[in-house]
């Protein structure tokens, strides 16, 4: 698609032809489509109930593509003992619906690296144990490279896409309380607070997230995906933030066999960084990536340029991860600081009381430019986002003063959850101040708050092995393995497949898995 056929297809004016002009398909996006309605979901509890109440409305399919997955979590703990967990979920809809289909593609790997336990996964559940559901993992990926989207499809008419597994330690409320007494792993056992953003949307876009998802099972498992759709299933109690409103999809997909490499999500970083005029807000997990770092120096560099407000988790969860990304962060952030002469790049970390212990993870991947643009999705700011991991990225496009009142308000929505003070409050005191980090600092106090991430001297350079741990594309020499890899894959193939029926595999029924 050219340029100016993306620019018809989101009714583009004179007004917002700028904006709109700067996603460009094959390059920053794979397509611009409109979405008739979508919402912002923050927080797990938010994420999980719109789901559930999206669940109860499927009428024929139901797709999950993930990281993880864990059939034993509830999405309305709230609920008691009365609340089903999700495999149990799934599986009573489709007993209770003889047109229902449940498909559900999640990350070979995900047993050994994911928070879920590993053997319901390995080896499924009673839940599992139904003709209509079909749980397959997919290893259709280089080495040391993870399938990263979230994406969650029902009746290919609404799509749920962000950062946001169906698996355990995702849930959490915008208070985030030390003793949230809903927050506890299936043992009892509490596990700590996080933040989180998921997006829900319906519309033409949703057709655009179908192909991402299409593509996706095709090469694990060389099935089609069922392509009809059914007539919009948007749940009742989700309220819209916006209607009919351009939005852009953005991929990351390793090189991989005869398959090239997509990176439309780094280079929409790329963009959207460039575009900003007054403030850059980035949620982030990691806060390492040496290509958004590069441009984020060459702005600060700038006399005239953008604040840069980051929110980012204190201290990375597990050793590999404290080891590179976090020497990693604060590397970068030396490098930002030496560079940053106007003193615009603002770095916090959120804390939810005044106990040094009780900090909160960071598990959003959001960015919001200026009122124009508002990112939500998988990608991380480290380098395996870059070329490496498989990410789904969507992008809000304001075409109209209403579209940007909306993406302002939900960015002090954010930014008021994380200071502990209500989104009036924030938005008096940004008018009173002119000037948003100056409001922000402001804000901050004792208890829940935002807390700077303090900066010391020390080395700039990447950590030496970076390029083993954290690679932008996969490794170079294990491309003779990757190929033996795919060699084996298609003589299985083959072998599975008959001369005279089309190169595509026999269903797996019953829970079977790859």
């Known amino acids: 698609m050219n340029r100016q056929s993306t620019q018809e297809r989101t009714g583009g004016s004179s007004a917002n032809m700028e904006d709109s002009s700067l996603f460009e398909p094959n390059s920053n996006c794979c397509d611009v489509a409109k979405a008739h309605r979508a919402a912002v979901l923050i927080d797990g509890a938010a994420y999980f109930a719109a789901l559930d109440a999206a669940l109860e409305c499927a009428q024929r399919f139901i797709t999950i593509i993930g990281w993880d997955f864990d059939a034993s979590i509830q999405l309305r703990p709230q609920d008691g003992a009365t609340a089903p967990a999700l495999g149990d979920r799934l599986r009573s809809l489709v007993e209770e619906n003889p047109d229902l289909e449940v498909r559900i593609l999640i990350w070979s790997l995900a047993p050994l690296h994911t928070p879920s336990a590993a053997m319901p996964l390995l080896a499924g559940g009673n839940w599992a144990e139904h003709e209509r559901i079909h749980l397959h993992l997919d290893t259709f990926h280089p080495i040391y490279a993870s399938h990263h989207q979230k994406l969650v499809i029902i009746d290919n008419a609404v799509a749920f896409v962000g950062g946001m597994d169906l698996t355990v330690k995702r849930w959490d409320t915008p208070d985030h309380a030390p003793d949230e007494p809903l927050r506890r792993n299936e043992n009892g056992s509490p596990y700590e607070p996080v933040h989180d953003v998921q997006m829900a949307l319906a519309g033409p876009v949703v057709q655009r997230l179908c192909v991402v998802a ?11 995906l069922p392509d009809q759709s059914v007539p919009d299933p948007w749940p009742a109690p ?11 999809v953005s991929r990351t997909l390793p090189r991989f066999g005869r398959h090239k490499g997509v990176s439309e999500a780094a280079r929409l970083t790329d963009s959207l960084l460039q575009a900003a005029k ?19 120096e060459r702005l600060l560099a700038q006399p005239e340029g953008p604040e840069v407000i980051v929110v980012c988790t204190y201290v990375a969860n597990g050793i590999l991860e404290r080891f590179i990304m976090g020497a990693n962060r604060e590397r970068l952030l030396r490098r930002l600081k030496a560079s940053d002469q106007y003193n615009r790049l603002h770095v916090y970390y959120p804390v939810i009381d005044n106990d040094a212990q009780h900090r909160l993870l960071i598990h959003s991947k959001v960015m919001i430019i200026d009122d124009r643009f508002l990112r939500i999705g ?12 498989t990410e789904c990225d969507v992008t809000v496009i304001s075409q109209t003063q ?4 909306t993406i302002h308000r939900l960015r002090n929505k954010l930014l008021a959850e994380h200071l502990g003070v209500a989104q009036e409050e924030l938005h008096h005191r940004e008018l009173q101040d002119a000037d948003l980090c100056t409001a922000i600092d402001g804000l901050r106090r004792e208890g829940k708050s935002l807390r700077p991430v303090a900066v010391h001297s020390g080395p700039q350079r990447a950590f030496p092995g970076t390029f083993l741990l954290d690679p932008e594309r996969p490794l170079p020499f294990l491309k003779a393995l990757h190929r033996l890899l795919s060699s084996v894959r298609g003589l299985r193939r083959r072998e599975n497949v008959s001369s005279d029926k089309p190169n595509v595999s026999r269903p797996r029924k019953r829970g079977a898995r790859k």
């Open 214 to 224: 299409q593509e996706r099972w095709y090469n694990a498992l060389t099935e089609q």
């Open 238 to 248: 989700l309220a819209a933030d916006f209607q009919n409103v351009s939005v852009a």
């Open 278 to 296: 007054k403030t850059i807000y980035i949620e982030a997990q990691y806060f390492t990536g040496r290509r958004m770092g590069r441009t984020l």
């Open 378 to 389: 998988s990608a991380n700011l480290n380098n395996r986002s870059v070329g490496l991991d």
């Open 402 to 405: 209403h579209d940007s009142a």
